[in-house]
């Protein structure tokens, strides 16, 4: 299996609900580093996965609404608990539309999946990772 990964990050303010995440119920702010791997079981004619520039500008387009924003009131994020795994699904959706209707410069049907990795910090990350078709 082939990849390419671009990354980019945002920063964010949102508060949960719930007794397990004890003092985060509280707002607070993250700044989350993206990683988004494209991946594909052959290169194209041209020898790549997708065209890296576009899988960026694609990045940057989704993750705009969120960045520099209090996730509590965004919309479409209200009343959601936007933990880290919860935003790698939702960013995800958002890169998976963008692949299938060949966003990304190449054919959608060529490639088989997209993992999205969210780090809050140097030791702790989640990702989401789901085949395309």
């Not at 004619?45 to 065209?51: F, L, Q, S």
């Not at 960013?91 to 998976?96: E, N, V």
């Amino acid at each position: 299996m082939f990849a390419v990964e671009v990354r980019d990050h945002i920063m964010i303010a949102h508060s949960f609900r719930g007794a397990v995440f004890g003092p985060a119920q509280a707002l607070h702010g993250a700044t989350f580093v993206i990683d988004a791997a494209f991946m594909s079981e052959a290169l194209d004619a041209n020898g790549i996965v997708i065209d890296i520039g576009r899988a960026h500008e694609v990045l940057k387009e989704t993750l705009a609404p969120l960045n520099y924003r209090n996730l509590d009131t965004a919309p479409g994020l209200e009343g959601k608990n936007t933990t880290t795994e919860f935003l790698t699904k939702h960013i995800f959706d958002h890169l998976a539309a963008a692949a299938r209707s060949g966003a990304l410069g190449r054919e959608g049907r060529e490639l088989a999946a997209i993992r999205i990795t969210i780090s809050e910090s140097h030791v702790a990350r989640a990702w989401y990772e789901a085949a395309l078709w």
